[in-house]
């Protein structure tokens, strides 16, 4: 069964930082490119914020999260990463990781807050 587990989620103050991480398990987790994705609180829209190749030569960042937020992979470790800095009140969300080709997340998602 494919699985993926977020976790490192919590409240901090804007400029703050967290580091999420997402465990796969169940399937070849470097076979697969990978998603970061979020839902703001209140809308029922997944918003894409970031994707890794399956051996972390590439990646890509929404606009909104570029220069601020970095994603990063450890394929010994079937674990999924993304660094977030100088956060903002806009970036408080349910995050996802998903693997792409997959239409929704299959985790319960971790949240964050970002608030004085």
């Known amino acids: 069964e494919v699985q993926l587990v977020e976790s490192g989620g919590g409240l901090v103050q804007p400029g703050g930082s967290l580091t999420l991480s997402c465990a796969a398990s169940?399937?070849?987790?470097?076979?697969?490119?990978m998603n970061w994705v979020r839902q703001a609180p209140g809308t029922g829209l997944l918003e894409w914020v970031s994707?890794?190749?399956?051996?972390?030569?590439?990646?890509g960042y929404a606009e909104s999260v570029k220069g601020r937020f970095t994603i990063f992979r450890d394929n010994a470790k079937n674990t999924l990463y993304l660094q977030m800095n100088s956060l903002k009140p806009e970036d408080t969300a349910v995050y996802y990781c998903?693997?792409?080709?997959?239409?929704?997340?299959r985790g319960q998602g971790t949240q964050v807050t970002v608030s004085s």
């Open positions: 998903r693997r792409v080709g997959d239409r929704a997340p």
């Open positions: 169940g399937f070849t987790f470097s076979n697969y490119a």
């Open positions: 994707q890794i190749n399956s051996d972390g030569s590439g990646e």
